[in-house]
């Protein structure tokens, strides 16, 4: 059995973090069997999760993990792109996996609404040795990380502003189109979906959600995402 290590599910959402929850996405789709190993970065020989092991073998990170399930399958999700598609593919999730990674990261630890609400929660979930000087220190890292991107604790409508971009270009680029590339799910989708899903269905509001909420065509691509890896989750 496939093991996928990554954080437990929280605040309703499958993970908290896009990445565990794009490679978790993969899995269900092409229906492979896999446990889940709670874990955290400091587990992780990459200090990063996800990772896999299967056979004793680690596969970290979640384009790696995603490419490994493909290259042993006859129909793999990207045949048939064109080289165009495929350098669209490869940009958006490059940008998305970072700009919408630090808006994510921002709404919870940086913005101090966003924070008032996502700290009593997080620190029932976290390991006990992890609730005190451990999480200040983390959170004095994420600001530094936040602020050198131009993200402020004291800036809220200038950080979403850069947010709402990436979400109004990918609202652009869905168009009517059921998903990003067409008419069938490409492993961008798995990523794509993953980061979205973690601004979306989010529990507390916030200016970003909102924005986001006002997408139809996004708001919709989410739910036919859900309904096709997620059905009847929590199973
Ligand atoms: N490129 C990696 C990124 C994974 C990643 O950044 N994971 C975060 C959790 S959302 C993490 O482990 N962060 C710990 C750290 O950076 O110290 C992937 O696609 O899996």
């Known amino acids: 059995m496939i093991e996928l290590h990554q954080f437990r599910p929280f605040w309703g959402l499958p993970n908290a973090s896009p990445f565990c929850m794009k490679a978790e996405t993969y899995l269900r789709y092409r229906r492979i069997p896999y446990k889940v190993v709670p874990s955290g970065p400091r587990k992780s020989p990459t200090g990063k999760i996800p990772f896999i092991v299967e056979d004793g073998r680690v596969i970290s990170d979640s384009e790696a993990i995603i490419a490994h399930f493909e290259s042993r399958r006859q129909d793999r999700l990207d045949d048939g792109l064109s080289a165009a598609e495929r350098a669209t593919a490869f940009f958006v999730r490059e940008l998305v996996e970072d700009r919408l990674y630090w808006q994510i990261t921002y709404m919870r630890w940086g913005d ?4 008032a609400v996502f700290k009593p929660d997080l620190v029932k979930y976290l390991p006990l040795g992890m609730r005190g000087p451990v999480l200040f220190l983390l959170r004095r890292m994420l600001l530094r990380q936040m602020q050198q991107r131009g993200l402020a604790r004291t800036d809220p409508q200038g950080a ?5 971009a990436v979400l109004d270009t990918l609202a652009g680029l869905l168009g009517d189109q059921p998903y990003f590339l067409g008419d069938v799910p490409r492993s961008l989708d ?3 979906y993953a980061f979205l899903a973690n601004i979306l269905d989010q529990p507390h509001g916030n200016p970003l959600q909102s924005h986001a909420r006002t997408l139809a065509n996004l708001a919709g691509y989410c739910a036919r995402m859900k309904a096709l890896c997620w059905h009847g989750w929590p199973d």
Do not use: E, I, N, Q
């Not at 101090?112 to 924070?115: E, F, K, L």
């Not at 979403?160 to 709402?164: D, E, F, T, V, W």
């Open 190 to 192: 798995m990523s794509l």
């Open 160 to 164: 979403y502003a850069k947010g709402k």
């Open 112 to 115: 101090p609404s966003g924070w």
